[in-house]
């Protein structure tokens, strides 16, 4: 199988979770479009610094792969043999998007897919509208919503025309009522590495709660911790060691809304055995991710009080059982278990 991954150059954990996966795939030649450095053990100090974590988890994985070497030149001349072509940034990538779709024939552009990792609950071209209709209108014309897109973060249905409840009530109301789900919108997540899947039992961890404070209303729970402040990259450990040995060692992980509901985390936390305490995740929409999170594999709460309440009532032995599937669930959403449902979902429509 031969997939076209065209890239913006911009990082994103939703898209880099995925491309690793499907680099993870035997049988699959991926071709990044432009290369993706910083996905690679090659990656230079400085392509490390501009990725969200700085070059955690996710990056300075991969070796180069010889079965692509000479498909990134003029790949234009070969789109025919592509099995899909992936957009992973549909904002930056629209001009383009449109050049392929009406270069290929009507029959081919059902391999054609759009990933959406962005924290936005709005679809393109409705992502910051102020610029598309100043910049470049024609984009609303663009045909992004004949193929397979695959979405993050999900409100609602008038929300993916930007119309969301708090600054367009009324129209809201009526989207709502009028229009349905587009039937080509997925939902994704993030992912992460199998590798950093570690089994630690929770008789193994020596302290209570990650020192990474996200929920303001906790910080007396969180000694010598400020809340993390939302966009800035504020690194609470000196290193990756350090902040997967905090993981190690804790019992809970807490976690919430930011600019958008999905987060690496999540899936940080999770494989290495943190349960992860959820605020207010029962407001989440099932279609946005993080996928499959409920009161079995993690502990949503509401506030401080319900989450202490919840924490001290719960036997050891319960708490083992939401550890345990909380790995079922991390183990779920490894970036190879996420390419493989990735794939399943575009090779259903084929057959």
Request: with cysteine.
């Amino acid at each position: 199988m031969n997939i076209l991954f065209l890239h913006s150059g911009i990082p994103n954990y939703v898209t880099d979770g995925l491309f690793h996966g499907l680099r993870s795939i035997n049988g699959i030649n991926v071709v990044d479009i432009p290369r993706i450095d910083y996905m690679y053990t090659d990656a230079s100090c400085k392509d490390l610094e501009k990725t969200g974590s700085k070059g955690n988890t996710l990056y300075h994985l991969l070796t180069e792969a010889e079965e692509i070497k000479g498909m990134r030149t003029y790949w234009q001349a070969d789109l025919d043999d592509y099995d899909f072509i992936i957009f992973n940034d549909i904002f930056h990538l629209c001009d383009q998007f449109h050049y392929i779709y009406n270069s290929l024939k009507p029959s081919k552009r059902n391999s054609i897919c759009i990933i959406d990792g962005y924290d936005a609950a709005s679809m393109f071209p409705f992502i910051r509208n102020s610029f598309n209709l100043k910049i470049r209108p024609w984009s609303y014309f663009y045909k992004t919503k004949k193929v397979k897109y695959f979405k993050r973060e999900f409100v609602d249905v008038a929300s993916l025309f930007g119309l969301s409840k708090e600054c367009f009530p009324r129209c809201h109301k009526l989207f709502s009522k009028i229009f349905n789900r587009p039937v080509k919108l997925f939902p994704i997540s993030m992912s992460i590495p199998e590798e950093h899947v570690e089994y630690i039992p929770m008789a193994e961890k020596s302290t209570t709660f990650i020192r990474y404070n996200v929920d303001e209303e906790l910080g007396d729970l969180l000694p010598n911790t400020t809340v993390a402040e939302l966009g800035k990259w504020q690194p609470a450990f000196s290193n990756q060691q350090q902040y997967y040995d905090e993981i190690r060692n804790s019992m809970f992980g807490i976690t919430a809304k930011r600019a958008g509901w999905d987060c690496l985390r999540h899936y940080e936390y999770a494989a290495k055995g943190a349960i992860l305490c959820f605020k207010n995740l029962e407001k989440k929409d099932p279609l946005c991710a993080p996928l499959a999170l409920n009161e079995t594999n993690c502990i949503p709460y509401s506030g401080k009080t319900d989450l202490l309440s919840k924490i001290t009532k719960m036997s050891f032995a319960q708490l083992q059982d939401i550890q345990a599937e909380q790995y079922k669930w991390v183990n779920e959403h490894t970036t190879k278990n996420a390419a493989y449902r990735f794939l399943e979902r575009l090779q259903s429509d084929l057959r």
